[in-house]
C-alpha cells in the first residue's frame, strides 16, 4: 500500500507525538512549520535538584519530522529549512521516521544538528552569497545523511528511550549546550585568517620595520598598494574589504610563537641564572639565489631582551639589552638576579647563553665581549647584605619587591643594620663630654639605639639597648664602657611608610622600664 506524501506526514508526527507521550514528554506542535521545526519538546523538571542545580532550566528542543517510503537514508533539505534550526539556541534534530509503505514506522532515525552539519549549512549558504547567485534559501537544498548510528530500535521501545536519545547528543545542562552552540556559530568559519592584508614596501629601513613589528616591536611603516580582505570559511567577504594607494601601519605587540627560558652561564657545568621568557620569531625574508630565509628571533622578558638574525641553523648579530628601570619596583631575587647577569656580561669573561624553548626550539651560544665597567658593584654587596636583614625578621624573600632607587637611597641604613647585629658589645664605648655634672660611681647606665629601615615594599627595625657603666679615663674625660647589649622591638611589615610617631611611643615605653634599674645616658646628656 503506498502512502501520499501528505500522508505521510500526518503518520510521522502522529508516531512522533506517541512515543513523546509514551516517555513523558511534553510535545507541542507548531501550527505553521515557517521556523524549520514541527515540535517544541519539554523535558519534565528533574525531581532529584538540590541547591546546586535548583536554578537550572528543564531540558527542551526542536524537531523537525520528515517521513518517507524509501530506504535511501538522504533526504534533500532546504537551506531555509537547516538554516533556522542550525541558528536556534536550543538543541534541534531532524527525525527521519521510514514506512517503506507500511502504516505503521518500519525504522526512525534521529540527526542531531550538530556543530558539523552547522558549519557545513553556514558554509553552503556564505559560499552562494559570496558567488553573488540567487540568495533564495528555499529554493535551495542541501543533502542530509543518516546511517545505523542515528538508527533507534522501535519494536523494542520503552518510556525511556526517547529521552535518552535526545540527551545521547546533548547532555544533561541545557544552559552549557546552549553556550557552547552560540560560541560554535560564532567561530565556526573562522578556523584559517579571518582577514588578510597585502601592501607593498620600499626601501631596506621599512623592511627592518616590518621584521622588527613581527617580533613585537612597536613600529610604523609606510606601505602602498594596501589591500585588507576579510574571510570566511577561506572564502573573501566581498562586501568587507579596504583598498588605498597609500597607507601607514602600525602593528600593535604581537603574543609570543612560545614560551620558555634563557639562561646566563659562566660554565656550561654551572647551573646558571634563569629567566622565563617569550619567543618570538619574524616573517622570512628571501635571501636572493638563496634557498634559505632570514629570519630575526627575538627572547624577551621583563628584564632582557635578546635579539639576532637566523640564517638557516646560523646565528648572527646578537644584540642583547638590559632592560631595568630605575623607579620600579621587582621582586627582590629578581633585582638580583639581573645584576648578576649585568655583572657578567660587562666582564671579560666568556660566558654561555642556553636557550630552552616549547616547540624543540633550544640553543646554545658561546658568547664574549669587549670588557665594560659594571656600575653597580655596591648594589650587588648591598643585596647581599639585605638578604641576611631579611633572614634575621623573618621576611619570606619572595614577598619582597624593590627598585633600584630605593635599594640605592636604602644602602648605608642597610649597611648599619647589619652592623649593629654583628658587632660586640665593646664596639659602643664611646666618650662623654663632661664629667663635671655626674656623679657616676657604681651606677648602671643605660643608651638606646633606634635602628629602623626601608626594604622596598617592607619596613623593618628594632630598638638597641646598652647598658654598662661610667669611669673617667683621664682629668675631666668620662667614658661609658658597655657590659649588656638587648634588641628589643624587633618589627617587620609591609608598608610604604615608617610610622615614626609610633615608633618613639614605643620608645619612651622602654625608657620608662629602664629607669627602674638604669639611669638613662641621654636624660644626663640633655642635663
Excluded at 602602498?224 to 597609500?246: D, G, V
Aim: a negative charge.
Amino acid at each position: 500500500m503506498s502512502n501520499s506524501s501528505e500522508d505521510l506526514g500526518d503518520m510521522g508526527e502522529a508516531a512522533f507525538m506517541h512515543w513523546c507521550s509514551s516517555a513523558g514528554l511534553i510535545c507541542n506542535k507548531s501550527e505553521k512549520d515557517r521556523k524549520g521545526w514541527d515540535f517544541y519538546v519539554e523535558f519534565p523538571n528533574s525531581e532529584n535538584q538540590d541547591s546546586d542545580t535548583i536554578d537550572e532550566p528543564s531540558f527542551n528542543c526542536k524537531v523537525q519530522v520528515k517521513s518517507t517510503n524509501a530506504e535511501k537514508r538522504t533526504l534533500q533539505i532546504t537551506l531555509q529549512n537547516l538554516y533556522n534550526l542550525c541558528i536556534a539556541p536550543l538543541p534541534t534534530f531532524y527525525l527521519f521516521i521510514e514506512y517503506n509503505n507500511k502504516n505503521t514506522p518500519q525504522a526512525a532515525f534521529l540527526v542531531h544538528v550538530d556543530n558539523d552539519l552547522i558549519t557545513k549549512t553556514l558554509k553552503k549558504i556564505y559560499e552562494s552569497k559570496q558567488n553573488n547567485e540567487e540568495n533564495k534559501l528555499n529554493k535551495k537544498t542541501m543533502g542530509i545523511h543518516y546511517n545505523e548510528d542515528h538508527k533507534f530500535d522501535i519494536p523494542n521501545e520503552t518510556t525511556n528511550f526517547l529521552k535518552e536519545t535526545f540527551l545521547k547528543y546533548t547532555g544533561n545542562n541545557i544552559s552549557e549546550y546552549i553556550n557552547k552552540k552560540m560560541a560554535h556559530l560564532k567561530s565556526t568559519g573562522f578556523d584559517e585568517a579571518g582577514i588578510k592584508i597585502a601592501f607593498d614596501i620600499e626601501g631596506e629601513d621599512n623592511i627592518k620595520k616590518l621584521i622588527d613589528m613581527s617580533v613585537g616591536i612597536k613600529q610604523s611603516i609606510d606601505v602602498k598598494s594596501f589591500k585588507l580582505q576579510k574571510y570566511r570559511f577561506e572564502i573573501p567577504n566581498k562586501s568587507a574589504s579596504l583598498h588605498s594607494e597609500n597607507a601607514k601601519i602600525e602593528v600593535s605587540p604581537k603574543a609570543p610563537n612560545t614560551i620558555g627560558s634563557i639562561t646566563f652561564k659562566e660554565s656550561k657545568l654551572l647551573p646558571g641564572i634563569s629567566f622565563k621568557s617569550e619567543l618570538y620569531v619574524s616573517l622570512p625574508v628571501p635571501i636572493p639565489n638563496n634557498l634559505e630565509n632570514l629570519y630575526k628571533v627575538r627572547i624577551k622578558n621583563q628584564f632582557i631582551d635578546l635579539q639576532m638574525m637566523c640564517y638557516g641553523e646560523k646565528i648572527s648579530n646578537p644584540e642583547l639589552s638590559i632592560l631595568l628601570e630605575d623607579n620600579t619596583q621587582v621582586e627582590f631575587n629578581d633585582l638580583k638576579k639581573i645584576l648578576q647577569v649585568y655583572s657578567l656580561i660587562t666582564s671579560s669573561k666568556r660566558y654561555y647563553i642556553e636557550l630552552d624553548f616549547e616547540d624543540d626550539f633550544s640553543l646554545t651560544l658561546d658568547t664574549k665581549i669587549s670588557s665594560q665597567e659594571f656600575p653597580f658593584n655596591l648594589e650587588l654587596i648591598t643585596l647581599e647584605k639585605t638578604t641576611k636583614i631579611l633572614n634575621y625578621f623573618d621576611i619570606p624573600v619572595n614577598t619582597v619587591c624593590i627598585s633600584l632607587t630605593e635599594l640605592q637611597k636604602e644602602q648605608e641604613g642597610i649597611f648599619k643594620m647589619v652592623n649593629f647585629l654583628n658587632v660586640s658589645t665593646e664596639t659602643f664605648t664611646f666618650l662623654l663630654p663632661d664629667n663635671s655634672i655626674f656623679n657616676y660611681e657604681n651606677k648602671q647606665y643605660a643608651c638606646f639605639y633606634p635602628v629602623n629601615i626601608k626594604i622596598g615594599n617592607y619596613i623593618c627595625g628594632f630598638l638597641i639597648v646598652i647598658a654598662g657603666y661610667i669611669k673617667e679615663v683621664c682629668e675631666k674625660k668620662l667614658q661609658f664602657i658597655p657590659q649588656e647589649k638587648f634588641i628589643r622591638d624587633k618589627f617587620a611589615q609591609k608598608s610604604n611608610k615608617i610610622d615614626f610617631k609610633a615608633l618613639n611611643i614605643g620608645l619612651e615605653k622602654i625608657k620608662e622600664e629602664y629607669r627602674k634599674n638604669y639611669l638613662l645616658l641621654d636624660d644626663f646628656i640633655k642635663k
